[in-house]
């Protein structure tokens, strides 16, 4: 945490003792009042206004001159209690999400164990032997799943637009977890052991996995720009510490700072799938269903809890419909030629006013189209990194399977993922970060995405010399995944293809959610951040492309392609990409004000 928080003094904004200092006008006039009688509530309009109406106090937050940006150390601004807050309702939605989908591998995949109690679980007496119920195969479950990351991460798209321009981010969330509620009570119901005896475990499963798909789609982009948006002054200041040490506070090292540790609570959460997955195998499939969903049902109770002390952005759909009326000006002026260098330039207001044609944007709003079609442009390198993180669908829990485990489940592996993360992640934001900036190295947003990519291209290759050994060693040679017998590898050895695969997602997904919200619209930051989650979906869409060669004998390949791809596209992404590092993180209105009288005097 930073050392102190210094007030600032503006226009009708929120919280006075959360939000760094800011005040709330006491009441709004008539006007205002009728203003907000379509639905949405007194103080989020308040927080609407607040977000618009900023006057920036620079005695109380002094600007750092050229020289001070260039030399004084950076530190990260304090948090809000309402932004944590948040990242505690982040991490129960994640353990009930990765806690029952680190089951549907197993669930799917494998008949219910011989000499088992009918409920899923293994016969105690075969500790290597592994869970399962509804007997569709290896394919139709990776399949599955496949499908289910894909929906998850597909569905976003509708869901930051419906927060953006109908009901803003906040009750999208509410929605959200109620649809998931649906769907955890099903999910359980349906894993009775009478239906799974019976067979009929099927139809329930599946309409429980569209509405999980659903509710998570709608509640995912939406939580991470609602927890940024807790941290009201986004601008880069000055102070003095009590050490007497002069700091810029930067609002990138901010910014980073509360993802990484939003990305750690979404961490501990998901490690919650650890113990599910022994649930699974020495109990049943109902209980390790119901646990999420225990921790899932306190999701309505945190969001009671702090209702009034988050910041709550009402939708402005102007924002989306402004930015697509940009991007189809500049497109139009180019014939199509997203590589044209006058791409924006022939839409800037000043550039149409020579000619004669009156906008009704700004120059902001033209430099936020283009900043917005870079990060989406980063994004969609993405696709191809992730299938280097633990592998294509249940390739890693396949593998698993093969090896052996004295007694763990095939799929726990899997779950260390979030362990890693949530070791290492502290430790970059404590540790490793502040000592660059001490030491004035610059390690900047495509430097990190790039050491992220190159991490989990090892983590790829790790994987596919694993499958080799499993297959040499293996009583079946080349058909280990259908083999009654094990390879003596132990399970283990898997370590280090989830390790490096985990870390390299504080790299990438961490630094991607920062450019996902730092380059978008202020109204549209739900709408961008979904655009990077997409990404998900296409990897899982490549990943369905792929699944008929997830087959024995070359499951080898199934690692070593995609890390070969990752290799080549790393290189390509570093080339293209390096000069953002030095880009401007955030940009406000007054930037391009300034510009525009230093413009003026110049024309005089």
Known sequence: MAENVVGLTVQKVVEPDVDQGVRVEKALPPQDVHAVSDGRDVESHLESEAASSHVV????????TEEERKTLRKVFDSIPISAWFLCFVELAERASYYGV????????????????????????????????????????????????????????????????????????????????AVAHVIMVGGAAPALLQAGQGVAPFLVSFLLLAIGAGIFKPNVAPTVIDQYRYQREYTKVLKSGEKVLVDPETTVSHIMLIFYSFVNVGAFFSIAVVYIEKYHSFWLAFLVPGIVYFLLPLLLAVMYKRTVRLPPQGSDLNRFVKITMSALKS??????????????????????GVTVGYSEKDVDDARRTWQ??????????????????????????????????????????????????????????????????????????????????????????????????????????????????????????????GAISEIFVNVTSYELAYARAPEHMRATVVALFLFMTALSSALGEIVIPAIIDPTLIWAWAAPAIALFVQTIIFWWRHRHINDDAFMTHEEDFQSLRSEEEKIAK
């Not at 106090?57 to 002094?62: A, W």
């Not at 014939?335 to 330039?345: A, D, I, P, Q, R």
Request: net charge positive; charged share 10%.
């Open 57 to 64: 106090d620079y005695e109380t937050y002094p600007p750092p």
């Open 101 to 180: 989908k680190a089951v549907f591998n197993n669930y799917l995949q494998f008949p219910l164990p011989a000499g088992g109690p009918g409920t899923g679980a293994i016969d105690p007496n075969k500790p290597n032997s592994h869970a399962g119920a509804l007997d569709m195969g290896l394919q139709a479950a990776s399949g599955l799943t496949l499908l289910f990351t894909f929906l998850a991460y597909l569905i976003p798209i509708f869901g930051a637009w419906f927060a953006d321009t109908k009901v803003g981010k906040y009750r999208a969330i509410v929605y959200g977890v109620l649809i998931g």
């Open 334 to 355: 180019t014939k199509g030629n997203v590589f044209s260098k006058n791409l924006w330039y022939n839409v800037k207001p000043a550039t149409l006013a020579e000619r």
């Open 375 to 500: 990060a989406v442009e980063i994004f969609l390198y993405i696709p191809v990194w992730y299938l280097n993180d633990g592998g294509i669908s249940s390739l890693l829990s396949n593998q698993g399977a093969a090896m052996t485990s004295n007694g763990a489940p095939n799929d726990l592996l899997n779950n260390f993922n979030p362990l890693s993360i949530i070791i290492f992640a502290p430790f970059m934001a404590h540790v490793v970060y502040p000592f660059l900036e001490r030491k004035r190295i610059r390690f900047g947003r495509i430097s990190r995405m790039t050491f992220g990519f190159i991490l989990a291209t090892i983590s790829g290759v790790i994987g596919a010399i694993v499958q080799y050994l499993v297959y040499e060693s293996s009583p079946c040679g080349y058909n280990a995944s259908t083999c009654d017998g094990v390879s003596p590898i132990s399970i283990w050895w898997q370590v280090p293809n989830v390790a490096l």
